[in-house]
Every structure is written in structure tokens, then in C-alpha cells.
């Protein structure tokens, strides 16, 4: 569906301009979405999963966890597809964020995963700058991100950062030059994208921060001892099909949760990079970036 198509609907939660401020920029920000209390018991929710990862010393299907992580000082850098593990996300995941999904990318819509980020000012949170739309191929870029901010997101605790009008321009190579997977830009192609554009959100907990599966994003590590949880959902267009293994394969994952499955497939002509298979499983876009990724180092699982 056309941004223009898209518009032509009514919308569900968002504002027109709001929708119009998404396609122009590649990303936009909702203040207030969910209140104190709601917020409340998700954070209770999460702090039961902080207890459980203590008990872990090697990351697998559920946490994906930081060099040097321990009872004492646990270094959870993500919960896996929170939607499995918990009736509160996947309340989340299939309530009004899928009414924010339908409102960007037609009221035809499919859940594609969900996951939970952690920083811990612990040198091993930083995000670098990555377009999503490599990790998961689709015929078409209506693919887009929702994170809810469950605590104040700050420059100080690693806010994320978009670089505007980024979703128009080039796809980028997130292999390096011998041919590994690493999710980010090359050092060279971050010298060419101008990043001192980046638009670097600071909001309110209960706000929400959408962006596009080309907008070139990323964020700073944590300079906080607060623990910063940023809880993300992705959602495409029912006319959008990937022609790659899902890198989180779970249950509700390929679900229509609005609107109809499609009887036709919407191909965008631009071409999209192909990640390594990962039908074996994946780890993390942490584990990716630090070069975690091979199976005999420390922590590592099989694969954003
Ligand atoms: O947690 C963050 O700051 C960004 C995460 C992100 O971009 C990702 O997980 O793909």
C-alpha cells in the first residue's frame, strides 16, 4: 500500500499529521500513550523477568545477556519475544500498538516479533547505527518498529536516535568487508550519512517511538545506573511477505491481529539486502555488533 493509500483510511489512534510526520520522516513520536498505571504493571512484569535471567549464566531462548552478567550485577541486555513469555505483552502487542500499526501501514496488519532492550551503563549497550529491514527481508518496506518507553528515555541513559528523511535513501551494506554479518553500518558509511542530523528522542515513560524498517537508527550506550527498558513490537502491512526464515520464529509470529490477509503481494522494485540464514536460530543485534556471534565465544547462542 502507498503512503497515499494508507492515508486514505481513517485512522484508528494517530493523528493525521502524526501519520504524515511518520511518511515524511521515517519515524515519529507519540507522548503519553500508556498512563501510570499501566505502566506500573508492566514494570512488575519485568522486574519478575530481571529476578528469573539472575539465575542464568549463558544467554539462550529467553535472555540474551551481557559479558560479565551475574546474580549480583545482572546485565540482561533483552528479553526474547516477550509476547511468548507473557500474557501482559501479548496484550500489548495485540492491543492499541496494533491499532498504531494499522494506522501506518493499512488496516491490514501483521505481528512479525517482539522484544524487550535493556542498558545498563555497562559498555556493552550501545546499538549502532542499522537499518531492521535487512535482518528480515519483505517484499515491500511497510515493515516498522513500535518501542514503548517503559522508563524516561534520555541522552544521559541512551536514548534512540533517528536520522530523518533516512528511510527515503540508500539501503546499506551491514556485512563488513570479509563478508561477516555485523547488523550495522560499515565506519565508512556512517562518515557518508550525515549523523549529525540524528534526531535523538528524550520522552516521558508511556510515550512511544515508531520508525520504518529503512530509517537508519541506533542509540548511545547508557551513562545511567538506572536500568533503561524499551519494549518493541514490528508490525507489517498483510501484503508485505518475507522471502527469508524469520529471525524469531514463535508463536503469533505471521498472525493477521487487524484487518484481512491479503489476496495479492505488494512488491516494492528496490532490492534489499539477505542476512545469513538464520533458520538454525539467532542471537541478538548486541551479540551481532560486539562479534558475539560465533558459536564457541562467550555467551553465544544461535542469532536483531
Ligand atoms: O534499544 C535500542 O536503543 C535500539 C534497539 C534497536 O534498534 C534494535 O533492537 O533493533
Given at each position: 500500500m502507498t503512503p497515499e493509500a494508507v492515508l486514505s483510511h481513517q485512522p484508528r489512534v494517530l493523528s493525521q499529521s502524526q501519520r504524515e510526520s511518520y511518511f515524511g520522516k521515517g519515524y515519529v513520536v507519540v507522548e503519553s500513550m500508556f498512563g501510570p498505571s499501566e505502566l506500573a504493571a508492566i514494570r512488575t512484569v519485568v522486574g519478575e523477568f530481571i529476578e528469573r535471567s539472575k539465575q542464568e549464566t549463558r544467554s539462550g531462548e529467553v535472555f540474551d545477556l551481557a559479558p560479565?552478567?551475574?546474580?549480583?550485577?545482572?546485565?540482561?541486555r533483552r528479553l526474547r519475544r516477550p509476547h511468548q513469555h507473557h500474557p501482559l505483552f501479548w496484550e500489548i502487542t495485540s492491543g492499541v500498538l496494533a491499532d498504531v500499526a494499522a494506522d501506518l501501514v493499512g488496516p491490514d496488519v501483521v505481528f512479525h516479533h517482539s522484544k524487550l532492550n535493556f542498558k545498563w551503563n555497562?559498555?556493552?549497550?550501545q546499538v549502532d547505527w542499522?537499518?531492521?529491514?535487512?535482518?528480515y527481508p519483505h517484499t515491500n518496506y511497510s515493515p516498522l518498529t513500535i518501542g514503548l518507553l517503559l522508563e524516561d528515555m534520555t541522552l544521559a541513559n541512551g536514548a534512540l536516535g533517528f536520522i530523518p528523511e533516512s528511510h527515503t535513501g540508500e539501503l546499506f551494506d551491514q556485512?563488513?568487508?570479509?563478508?561477516?554479518?555485523?547488523g550495522c553500518l560499515s565506519d565508512h558509511d556512517v562518515e557518508r550519512l550525515?549523523?549529525?542530523r540524528a534526531d535523538y528522542i528524550e520522552a516521558a515513560a508511556g510515550a512511544i517511538t515508531v520508525h520504518n524498517c529503512r530509517t537508519v537508527h541506533g542509540s548511545p550506550p547508557s551513562r545511567s545506573t538506572d536500568g533503561r527498558a524499551l519494549l518493541l513490537n514490528a508490525y507489517a502491512s498483510a501484503d508485505a511477505f518475507p522471502?527469508?526464515?524469520?529471525?524469531e520464529p514463535a508463536?503469533?509470529?505471521?498472525?493477521?491481529?487487524?484487518g484481512q490477509p491479503a489476496r495479492w503481494a505488494h512488491h516494492d522494485p528496490r532490492p534489499c539486502l539477505i542476512p545469513p540464514d538464520w533458520s538454525g536460530g539467532y542471537t541478538s543485534i548486541f551479540a551481532a555488533q560486539a562479534g558475539e556471534?560465533?558459536?564457541?565465544?562467550?555467551?553465544s547462542v544461535r542469532p536483531t
Open positions: 560479565g552478567h551475574s546474580a549480583g550485577s545482572p546485565r540482561l555497562d559498555g556493552h549497550d542499522h537499518q531492521d529491514i535487512q535482518f556485512y563488513d568487508e570479509q563478508g561477516q554479518w555485523k550525515d549523523v549529525s522471502y527469508t526464515p524469520h529471525p508463536p503469533h509470529v505471521g498472525e493477521v491481529i487487524r556471534d560465533d558459536p564457541d565465544a562467550a555467551g
